[in-house]
């Protein structure tokens, strides 16, 4: 795959930063292997960002409002207790992933000494443990129920949100998916697959799209981090045929920044496949 020149994101040392968002990936291990995922091609897959690469692209971006924990699967990170806990010293949201197939009691502890300072998000793709199975290759489905039950009770629903990607595999499932948010009592964030940047899935078909977004629309979903709304990217723009309801790519214009498992800043996932 080909990178983009336009589409780098700003390196943290280029000067005064105006990124208010950061997502790093702090590891790209992960137990599973979905169909979407963009690290399955990705090499090596075992990396684990250590706190002091954390610690220095934080301290490179005093602008921070939130920092986005992502992988692979964050929970494996031996430190993300200590890269959340100095989100929380800075007065910076820590916004956390997880596919639930791992628990982590010290994260869990971490989470529920601060109240409203962070946003956990539960990627689940399937409702039932054929369909998760199918899309993650890992046979965890009940592990991932009960943890996620498990979390619900300790860490209330508040901040809380059930995640998941839309392609055509699971495109079916999907009114389980919002069946399962509502009987766990969670907010539903929802966003298509995106056909670049890596995974085998199949893309939605033109017009499948409107099945998400009446959903969206419907339970009041995230989209894309917008409720109802696609955000500024020209590459989704042109992928579904869809108009830009909202201002610029927030990687283009330095408001977002994106940092891999080794620390470098990187391109736009979406715009690598181009
Ligand atoms: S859980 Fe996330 S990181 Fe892990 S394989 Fe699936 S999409 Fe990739």
Request: charged fraction near 20%; charge should be neutral.
């Amino acid at each position: 795959m080909g990178s983009t020149s336009a589409c780098t994101f700003p390196a943290a040392e280029a000067g005064a930063s105006k990124a208010r968002r950061a997502t790093v990936d702090i590891t790209d291990f992960c137990p599973n292997r979905c169909i979407i995922c963009s690290r399955t091609d990705a090499k090596p897959l075992m990396r684990m960002l250590g706190f002091p690469a954390f610690e220095k692209i934080i301290r490179s971006h005093p602008s921070l409002e939130s920092a986005a924990m992502e992988g692979g699967e964050p929970w494996c990170n031996p430190d993300i207790v200590k890269m959340i806990n100095l989100c929380f010293a800075r007065g910076i949201m820590a916004d956390i992933s997880t596919s639930a197939t791992v628990w982590r009691e010290d994260v869990v502890q971490a989470l529920a000494a601060n109240g409203g300072k962070w946003r956990l998000q539960v990627h689940i793709p399937s409702a039932d443990a054929a369909g998760y199975e199918k899309f993650t290759g890992n046979n965890a489905w009940d592990a991932v129920l009960a943890n996620v039950q498990h979390l619900a009770e300790r860490l209330g629903r508040e901040s809380l949100w059930l995640r998941t990607t839309i392609c055509a595999e699971n495109l079916g499932g999907l009114k389980g998916i919002v069946e399962l948010s509502e009987k766990l009592g969670l907010k539903l964030g929802i966003a298509p697959y995106i056909p670049v940047g890596g995974g085998n899935a199949t893309v939605l078909a033109p017009g499948k799209i409107d099945s998400v977004l009446v959903y969206a629309a419907a339970y009041g979903a995230d989209f894309f981090g917008a409720k109802g709304k696609f955000t500024g990217c020209p590459v989704l723009s042109a992928s579904y045929g869809i108009t830009l309801q909202q201002g610029g790519c927030p990687g283009l214009n330095g408001t977002s920044i994106h940092y891999d498992a080794g620390g470098n800043a990187r391109t736009c996932e979406y715009m690598r496949g181009n």
